[in-house]
DNA sequence: CCAAGACATGACGTTAACGTCAAGGTCAGA
DNA sequence: TCTGACCTTGACGTTAACGTCATGTCTTGG
């Protein structure tokens, strides 16, 4: 492992800061506090290929951007939100990421048509899967909302 | 631990069937079939003092009753629906039982005034705190369904 | 250039909510 | 009465989602 000369073959290397889209970057330490979780818990999610930060510097320490950071938002909400364990999370994402990357495609025409319908077919399927479990849920919390509101209005019928 | 002998002093002892309201009881693979877990949670319940099977054989085996397997879906609910773990759940429940005691002791005038106004206040205020929460996660459910269902839409206008 | 944080990468520890196994008791029916 | 299915308690195992070191590296202000 040598350490890559900074400044080298910079070709490929992600720059620092795009001249026109000041994008901040934050350390692990920032970007757990902003986003109220643990470094460990970003480092994991990492781990379990939830997130990748947009960066490293040189010498390898993380760069996290705005955008990584409404990543691990969209974690923890479907994981406190609606209970889904990091892998079933794992799979919303991916299917999310991959119709962001059909949008793309889309624009630029880089895949075939019909390559670009099969995957928006699928990624569709997924989002109405997760919106029939959603609804299920929402109508579940309605109920129990109002069975709720039903025993607080007998108890103040006590008082 | 003497194994209290069966017939003795039965006065206080819950009888097996009160001979008006035919009360099925459940031995725990029924139980936990029906409530859809498994044996060691029910006994785990219990051992966090969730519930207590209405009933034992002399012999000591336990015996579950509707209300038990309704107080069992409770729990799943409170756990599934809402994530609370089995230890705010306790809370939960703690304070629906002491509600019941309380309308009983309301009709039966068995405490003062005083005091069943008392913890009526109290309840009321543990259940309106529940209220609170829920009624948040309600409401944040519904965004995520109102953008999941965004979403939804973009996909299918790409098609 | 150099010290003080901030960070990286293992590796082992922790907690909740059970799962599983062992060594027996209990019960209902033939 | 006796067997086979069901159940008991106790104890140890498991999994997810991190927490917590230990040890060495990076970065940055003075």
């Known amino acids: 492992m ?3 000369a900074r400044g080298g073959t910079a070709a490929l290397a992600p720059r620092d800061q795009p001249p026109g889209s000041r994008e901040r970057l934050f350390g692990i330490g920032v970007a757990a506090a902003r986003a109220g979780v643990s470094e460990r818990a970003l480092r994991y ?3 379990l290929g939830l997130i990748t930060p947009s960066g490293r510097t040189p010498g390898g320490l993380r760069r996290y951007s705005q955008d990584d950071l409404a990543r691990v938002a969209r974690i923890r909400q479907l994981q406190t939100l609606l209970g889904l364990n990091l892998d079933e999370i794992a799979v919303v994402l991916r299917n ?3 119709l962001a990357e059909i949008r793309l495609a889309y624009h630029r025409q880089l895949t075939s048509d019909a390559d670009r319908r099969e995957l928006l077919r699928e990624s569709l399927t997924l989002q109405q899967d997760l ?3 959603v609804e299920a849920k929402r109508s579940a919390i309605e ?5 709720l509101d039903a025993r607080i209005a007998r108890t103040r019928s006590l008082l």
């Open 143 to 147: 109920g129990f909302l109002a069975d």
């Open 96 to 98: 999310e990421d991959r």
């Open 45 to 47: 999610y990492q781990q």
């Open 2 to 4: 040598s350490t890559p």
């Open 131 to 133: 919106r029939v479990t």
